[in-house]
């Protein structure tokens, strides 16, 4: 049973790209969040998404960020018009119920943007 | 504002010593507190959790520690091996919430 897929491993863009990152949840498991971890912080909640609904969103930023988690296909967090403060590592968590105990982590992605 | 302070930033302990993360809280609706294990590349793995319902828990060499009336709980790692050395995550919700908020997290090293 593969855990938590991301892709890709890491991600270089130069400013005003897009950068789309991939999330594959662990099979039986219906429920994805984003999370997303600046140097030398803790991982900061982005998005709660079920399978074609946002759940919760309130740690978006308001600009340029989306999220979606499609009937077919794995979740996507897009980020356009990438700027140098966007470079973090963005970790894609999923579990089996709407709650935080049953989580498990992918590898992430780093991004970095030149 | 972080909800969730964790100190130190970083420690080097020896081989067979004991490793202390410290966590303090703001939000008294927190009522779970797990911690996460990283090691370089990877995405956080969850190592041992609490609810306030009691003051410590133990699972192998790592112990949870938990103050309910001075909101802080912390982790102890004993007879601290190298293959420890990881990042350490401290992290808060309501229990049944799908939201951690997470600390800053300690980075651990063990020399051999």
């Known amino acids: 049973n593969a855990g938590v897929m991301q892709n890709p491993r890491h991600l270089v863009r130069r400013r005003g790209q897009e950068a789309r990152l991939r999330c594959s949840p662990m099979?039986?498991?219906?429920?994805v969040y984003w999370y997303r971890q600046l140097p030398e912080e803790g991982l900061k909640f982005m998005v709660y998404?079920?399978?074609?609904?946002?759940?919760?969103e309130s740690g978006m930023p308001k600009e340029r960020f989306s999220a979606e988690f499609p009937k077919e296909g794995p979740s996507i967090l897009r980020i356009q018009q990438v700027v140098r403060g966007d470079s973090a590592a963005y970790f894609c968590?999923?579990?089996?119920?709407?709650?935080?105990?049953?989580?498990?982590f992918g590898s992430g992605t780093r991004l970095t943007v030149v | 504002q972080q909800q969730v302070k964790q100190s130190p930033q970083s420690l080097i302990v020896q081989k067979g010593g004991i490793s202390i993360i410290n966590c303090a809280y703001e939000?008294?609706?927190?009522?779970?507190f797990p911690w996460y294990q990283q090691f370089p590349g990877k995405g956080p793995a969850l190592l041992i959790a609490?609810?306030?319902?009691?003051s410590e828990k133990k699972e192998g060499r790592f112990t949870i520690s938990f103050n309910k009336s001075a909101k802080q709980f912390s982790l102890h790692i004993m007879d601290s091996q190298p293959g420890d050395s990881a990042t350490y995550f401290c992290?808060?919700?309501?229990?049944?919430?799908?939201?951690?908020?997470f600390g800053a997290g300690t980075t651990v090293t063990v020399r051999a």
């Open positions: 609490i609810r306030p319902d009691v």
């Open positions: 968590a999923s579990s089996p119920n709407r709650e935080n105990y049953g989580y498990t």
């Open positions: 099979k039986g498991h219906s429920h």
């Open positions: 992290a808060a919700s309501m229990y049944n919430d799908y939201k951690l908020s």
């Open positions: 998404l079920q399978k074609e609904n946002i759940i919760d």
């Open positions: 939000n008294t609706a927190f009522d779970y």
